[in-house]
């Protein structure tokens, strides 16, 4: 089956740097890869997700690269504020799977 | 904040004890999931079930059970055979269609057994 891995476990930045979570995957049949966004005591709620088709997607401050080759993809945050505050998960769906397989989480402290 | 919901939010049992959490959708989605949740484990799946009266096995669902009836309901009980059953637990649904395989998430319960 599908393996994720996801680094950092926890990422420290100021307000106004920029952040970088890697997933890869194992499975090569794998095509979609969404990121989900937890804040402290909520629910898990989608941000972004991005396609096998597709390289790169942008949402405002946020963007998610995708590597098929190297079988990695990346949620990047630009010019972060407190807000961004919270546990990030990326999942990858095998082909034609509804079910995603989730990394561990990265939590992201935003330092005001 | 409706959608998905689970009750109770916090949930406290004594060792031994069977519990039933409960989840309820109103989102018309045909797939729903249990999820647990433990510190630096991410989200590992427990069952999932893509239409009424069938459901399927995650990774991880010995000592849990469950039940499909309803197309709006999926709850999970949690055994005495499970080991460590102290745990947030988050129930989701999904449309199961290509066009979104996005996940929405309830917002869980978290079960202390003692």
């Known amino acids: 089956g599908e393996n994720v891995e996801q680094h950092p476990s926890t990422l420290s930045v100021q307000e106004g740097d920029s952040a970088v979570i890697k997933c890869t995957y194992s499975?090569?049949?794998?095509?979609?890869f969404p990121w989900y966004k937890q804040e402290l005591g909520k629910r898990p709620q989608l941000i972004i997700d991005?396609?096998?088709?597709?390289g790169e997607k942008k949402d405002q401050r946020i963007a998610v690269t995708l590597n098929k080759t190297a079988k990695h993809f990346s949620l990047h945050i630009t010019e972060t504020q407190p807000e961004d505050s919270a546990v990030y998960f990326c999942?990858?769906?095998?082909?034609?799977?509804?079910?995603?397989?989730f990394g561990r989480g990265t939590s992201l402290i935003v330092h005001p | 904040d409706g959608g998905i919901t689970q009750s109770p939010k916090y949930l406290f049992r004594k060792e031994g004890q069977n519990v039933t959490l409960s989840c309820e959708q109103n989102?018309?989605?045909?797939?729903m999931y249990w999820y647990r949740q433990d510190p630096g484990q991410g989200l590992r799946l427990i069952y999932y079930?893509?239409?009424?009266?069938?459901?399927q096995k995650g990774d991880i669902a010995e000592g849990y059970s469950v039940s499909r009836e309803k197309k709006e309901s999926f709850p999970l009980t949690v055994t005495s055979a499970q080991k460590n059953p102290t745990a947030f637990y988050l129930c989701?649904?999904?449309?199961?269609?290509?066009?979104?395989?996005?996940?929405?998430f309830g917002p869980g319960t978290r079960l202390t057994v003692t």
């Open positions: 079930s893509q239409i009424v009266n069938d459901f």
């Open positions: 989102l018309n989605h045909d797939a």
């Open positions: 499975d090569s049949a794998s095509n979609y």
């Open positions: 999942a990858a769906h095998s082909g034609g799977s509804y079910i995603p397989t």
């Open positions: 989701a649904s999904s449309i199961d269609s290509d066009i979104s395989y996005e996940q929405y």
């Open positions: 991005i396609r096998s088709n597709v």
